[in-house]
């Protein structure tokens, strides 16, 4: 993945009104194959959206361009057309597609669930922006081993103790009772990228079963086969070396 810009380039200005929403026509998701997208596009299948993917080349600069810069003026993916609304960020397209498909439940109404299934997902943000920066200092450090060591430990600690303290929270199977949100396929897709990096079975057996699980589930595997990419493992040891 290629390095971050140093300067970001000024969103464009607007036409729409402030906090205008025209729904209605056909759902685009801008991806990367096997990036960020992963989980918004795992909650649209869930949901049964119609929805069209467009996928981007990271490698080939094409979220540099001024039309996908239009979209997003920070450069990344994911980003999810809905009519006129225009939303990037993991976070908010994976609630934008709860809300607005609420047949899937996969945000639950109201009350205590709901408030904790914003936590694990504004929890699961957090997670998923040390892991991008962990990622932009493998281009940032190029041949300094020492830094990249560094760096590669302090997010081993960080994520490690992110994913004990969840299994010791966890409310039931599910990060919020019996059945999944979009705060565990979000998981899911981070800890999916840290896979070969963490033991989760035998640290974390009740996070690693709830990861396996959602991997059963027919719009996940669909998701990550869609993307080309393996649906990850967590029931068995990886070579944590690797
Ligand atoms: N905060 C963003 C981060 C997304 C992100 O970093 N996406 C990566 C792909 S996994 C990307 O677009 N990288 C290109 C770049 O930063 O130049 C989100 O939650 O969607």
Redesign the pocket.
């Known amino acids: ?5 140093d300067r970001l380039p000024l969103p464009p200005p607007s036409d729409a009104a402030p906090g205008s929403l025209a729904l209605g026509a056909p759902l685009v998701l801008h991806i ?1 194959n096997g ?3 992963l989980a918004p596009h795992m909650a649209l299948l869930a949901a049964r959206a119609e929805f069209e993917v467009r996928p981007l080349e ?1 490698m080939r600069g094409e ?2 361009q001024p039309t996908f810069l239009r979209l997003n003026p ?6 999810l057309e809905d009519g006129d609304v225009v939303i ?6 994976l609630l934008h597609v709860a809300e607005r498909f609420p047949a899937a439940g996969l945000l639950p109404q109201g009350g205590a669930a709901r408030a904790l299934a914003l936590r694990w997902t504004f929890h699961t ?1 957090a997670l ?2 040390d892991f ?1 920066t962990w ?2 200092s493998m281009f940032r450090f190029g041949e300094d081993d020492a830094a990249r060591t560094a760096v590669q430990g302090w997010m081993a600690d960080r994520l490690g103790a992110a994913f004990r303290a969840t299994d010791q929270a966890m409310a039931g199977p599910y990060l919020v009772g019996d059945a999944p949100c979009v705060a565990d396929l979000y998981l899911l897709m981070v800890a999916g990228w840290w896979r070969s990096r963490f033991a989760f079975a035998a640290e974390t057996p009740r996070l690693a079963a709830m990861l396996t699980s959602l991997c059963g589930l027919a719009y996940v595997r669909q998701a990550y086969a869609a993307q080309g990419s393996d649906l990850p493992r967590f029931a068995m040891a990886y070579d944590l070396g690797a």
């Open positions: 993945m290629p390095p971050a810009p990367a990036t960020s997208g990271l979220h540099r920070f450069g990344t993916v994911p980003v990037p960020e993991t976070g908010a397209i943000a998923h922006a991008m990622r932009r």
